[in-house]
């Protein structure tokens, strides 16, 4: 079982900049891939950008495409996701995901078995 908590999300003027953590409780990332994604109110679920353990690729959303940065630091075992240029249509419950890793990641909910709790994020026009 991978339980994973997420941070840094909060209220911000559009334009700017938040930093999204993600950390697995009481074990590492190793042999994980890990996602970010966003619910909206009356929206499903989507995927925002995930990085894989195997190759350290990330992969982005087109909705964040130059935007959003997603990255890893393994000697603090956690997650980023660097959300600069916010939008008021980036605003959604973001959630952080892991699986087994794979040789591609993937971008839909049900492959991920393991959720952290979300964040919000509001960003204001």
């Known amino acids: 079982q991978v339980q994973l908590v997420e941070s840094g999300g909060g209220l911000v003027q559009a334009g700017g900049s938040l930093r999204l953590s993600c950390a697995p409780s009481?074990?590492?990332?190793?042999?994980?891939?890990t996602g970010w994604f966003r619910q909206a109110p009356g929206k499903q679920r989507e995927f925002v950008a995930g990085?894989?353990?195997?190759?350290?690729?990330?992969y982005y959303a087109d909705s964040v495409k130059g935007r959003f940065t997603i990255s890893r630091d393994n000697a603090k075992n956690t997650v980023y996701l660097q959300m600069n240029n916010l939008k008021p249509e980036d605003t959604a419950v973001y959630y952080c995901?892991?699986?087994?890793?794979?040789?591609?990641?993937?971008?839909?909910?049900?492959?991920?078995?393991?959720w952290g709790q979300g964040t919000q994020v509001t960003i204001s026009s």
């Open positions: 995901a892991a699986k087994t890793q794979t040789l591609q990641l993937g971008t839909r909910t049900w492959e991920y078995p393991y």
């Open positions: 009481g074990r590492t990332f190793r042999s994980y891939d």
């Open positions: 990085i894989t353990w195997s190759r350290d690729v990330p």
